[in-house]
């Protein structure tokens, strides 16, 4: 395919790819690939907890608001007061609005396909909000917090499983010789930060971690932080 694109013989193209610099930069560009792959993860994951977080905020948020309309309306005056005594009576029982009050179309939208066992990209298509970003930011967290359990309910036991385990990359590395906490770099890995230190401890890791620490400049010499 290459080759009749490019209107050569395929084995001048084999010739070509076996060259020492392009072969070079081949596996350069595979590893940016992958670095660039696994930032994005990072960022995919942060971005989950941090709309979690909000959800759980959110609807802590509602229960409180609730008990505090029930006991509003246990300690209201009967028969109800009227003129400016009522009016001042209603309005210490208005509460502030929820985002579940605030719902726009788009939400309606992204309600609908999560119903129907849709996850993020299904809520993408449905509003037509083009992007995961546009989405994270544009829809209520509740609904985003459904659509994160389908797509997880929809890989299987398997991949779910997967996510508890750690996948090492070449970027792990860099980042610890860099200076990262394990803490920081477990968070964003999706594992225990113990689970990291007996990962890095491993000889063979160990030996990669001091080299690239020796190649860093900013890289601190002799142990790695904690």
Do not use: C
């Not at 985003?144 to 299987?156: I, K, Q, Y």
């Amino acid at each position: 395919m290459l080759a009749a694109d490019y209107g050569v013989a395929h084995t001048t193209l084999g010739r070509y790819f076996a060259r020492a610099e392009v072969v070079r930069q081949l596996r350069e560009a595979g590893q940016g690939e992958r670095r660039a792959a696994a930032t994005r993860l990072v960022a995919e994951r942060r971005a989950e907890r941090a709309i979690r977080r909000v959800a759980k905020e959110q609807a802590a948020l509602a229960r409180a608001q609730a008990r505090r309309a029930a006991a509003a309306a246990a300690s209201a005056p009967w028969p109800p007061r009227s003129g400016e005594a009522g009016w001042l009576d209603e309005r210490d029982r208005r509460l502030p609005l929820l985002r579940a009050d605030l719902r726009t179309r788009n939400d309606e939208l992204a309600e609908r396909a999560v119903e129907a066992g849709g996850g993020i990209e299904a809520v993408i298509e449905a509003t037509g909000l083009r992007t995961r970003e546009n989405v994270l930011g544009a829809i209520d967290p509740a609904i985003l917090v459904r659509a994160f359990d389908n797509d997880a309910a929809s890989a299987g036991p398997v991949d779910r499983a997967r996510l508890r385990r750690l996948l090492p990359d070449p970027e792990l590395v860099r980042r610890r010789a860099a200076g990262e906490t394990l803490r920081r770099l477990a968070s964003d890995y999706g594992v225990a930060h113990t689970t990291l230190g007996r990962w890095f401890a491993r000889p063979e890791v160990a030996r990669q971690l001091h080299e690239l620490q020796r190649r860093l400049p900013t890289a601190a010499p002799g142990k790695a932080p904690p």
